[in-house]
């Protein structure tokens, strides 16, 4: 009996002595995400063809434990505004523990000559689909009086 009650308060101990270290590691790790920012000084219009390490220039990245981490800075997503005269840019930044951060930022747009031509057929022919899609409906009614 007095082995089974050593056995089981060393087992105790060893939970404790392990539950301690897990807790002591989870409360001293790394957890903060590095915080971007964008200078507003440096920006100018964007367009398609300067590239995205044009949008890159524009931004920083600092975490509270590894300092400066713009490196590690991408561009996540670019989506043009549909009036195509601004653009919604998504960074994102990651610290040496792998703490990621998202940051957006509405910039002017130049769209190129063939964006704005696209965009324009495509709005014709949304238009046109549009009232051919009327007209059909109003051809198919039927009238009972």
Known sequence: MEKKQGVIIALLAVCVFFSVIIAAMYLTSDRT?????????????????????????????????????????????????????????????????????????MIAYEASEEEIEAKEQLTQAETTTAAETEKTETDSTISIF
């Open 33 to 105: 995400a590095p915080v971007i920012t964008v200078d507003e000084s440096k920006v100018k219009p964007y367009s398609a063809e300067q590239g995205e390490e044009v949008l890159k220039s524009y931004a920083k990245a600092v975490d509270a434990k590894d300092g400066d981490v713009s490196s590690s800075i991408v561009i996540e997503n670019i989506y043009v505004m549909p009036d195509m005269t601004r653009a919604k840019v998504i960074f994102a930044a990651r610290d040496h523990n792998n703490n990621v951060s998202k940051y957006s930022y």
